[in-house]
């Protein structure tokens, strides 16, 4: 017990090793770096020392503009959908107990932007309208792969082989969507559908974050029986776990969490399969996962991310799911031959 710590809040407890800790303290070190470099750089250069100038509450002029107000929720909003899709990406993992599953793998970005397209084709505008449809796309797809995989029990790798297959069902419908309608929806699904952080402003990142914490809610009851669900399903019923039931909440807080972000952003790629695998590498943990150490990765990462997004070049801001996926196409490759090597 002298290499772990047990933190305890009423009566759930959890215990961490020290490097554990340890990476998280150093992951949210890196985190504060990164707000702090996007809220200092850009057209506008500030110093530090100006940067928090300008958050102070008497501040005016347009220092307080450029950091609050466009500056500031692009900021958080990077950290916190990073954190969404880790953490996300995180739930997945453990429920298939496969690193190649996550959101983006298995195909409920990809269900969510149908839904997105499916709202704009009937005429739907507005974040709130986009909202429902990426969520309610999500979920569907989610609910579809789950009944698909559903035999004599859910198996990680069937949910994983039947989400591609779904995946690339409605990645097809989804074109399909695109050449017939009119040049100003497909222009809007295109744009929406590249995953990007631009013109973020506070109103959609605080409902994503009250709708997060809300699937917060649920961590509780589900990281001690993730525990003993990576130990197997036998194992986890006999210690008293209902374990459908349980992988059925995973599946659905994965989901939503996942699904907030892409109503917000669009789908942005890879962040869900790599960050929850980092961190475990990171933290020592073997095959289990990691769900604080995977949102905190998931929010490094974004947050990065959007960083090379912005500044890399010069007078252009590039859609930050390009960056996600030139990145987290390397170690997709890297992930697939690691696997193939071990089977």
Not at 69 to 96: D, H, K, N, Y
Not at 124 to 147: C, K, N, R, S
């Amino acid at each position: 017990m002298s290499g772990a710590v047990v933190l305890r809040a009423g009566r759930v407890s959890v215990r961490l090793s020290r490097r554990a800790l340890a990476v998280h303290a150093l992951a949210a070190v890196v985190l504060v770096c990164c707000l702090s470099a996007a809220l200092s750089l850009g057209s506008r250069p500030l110093s530090p020392a100006e940067v928090l100038a300008a958050l102070g509450p008497d501040a005016r002029g347009p220092d307080r503009m450029v950091v609050v107000e466009w500056r500031a929720p692009r900021a958080v909003a990077a950290a916190l959908f990073g954190a969404c899709l880790g953490l996300s990406g995180g739930l997945i993992q453990s429920l298939t107990r496969n690193p190649l599953g996550s959101p983006d793998v298995i195909g409920f970005n990809t269900g969510a932007f149908t839904g997105v397209v499916c709202v704009m084709l009937l005429g739907g505008t507005g974040f709130a309208v986009l909202a429902g449809g990426a969520v309610l796309g999500g979920l569907g797809t989610a609910a579809l792969v789950y009944v698909l995989a559903l035999r004599r029990g859910m198996r990680g790798f069937r949910l994983i082989v039947v989400g591609i297959a779904v995946s690339a069902m409605l990645g097809s419908v989804n074109t399909w969507f695109s050449v017939k309608a009119d040049l100003d929806v497909a222009l809007r699904a295109a744009v929406w559908g590249a995953g990007t952080l631009n013109g973020t402003s506070w109103p959609p990142v605080a409902a994503c974050a009250v709708a997060a914490a809300a699937l917060l809610l649920t961590m509780p009851v589900l990281v001690p029986r993730m525990r003993q669900l990576e130990l197997g399903d036998d194992t986890a019923s006999m210690s008293g776990v209902p374990v459908e039931r349980t992988k059925a909440l995973m599946m659905v807080a994965g989901v939503g969490l996942t699904s907030v972000v892409t109503a917000v952003t669009g789908p942005i790629a890879f962040v869900a399969l790599a960050a929850p695998q980092i961190a475990r590498r990171l933290t020592g943990r073997g095959g289990a996962v990691d769900p604080v150490g995977a949102a905190l990765v998931g929010a490094v990462l974004l947050s990065l991310a959007d960083l090379v997004a912005q500044h890399a070049l010069p007078d252009t801001a590039l859609p930050v799911g390009a960056v996600t996926v030139c990145l987290g196409g390397g170690y997709l490759v890297w992930l697939l031959v690691r696997e193939s090597g071990r089977s």
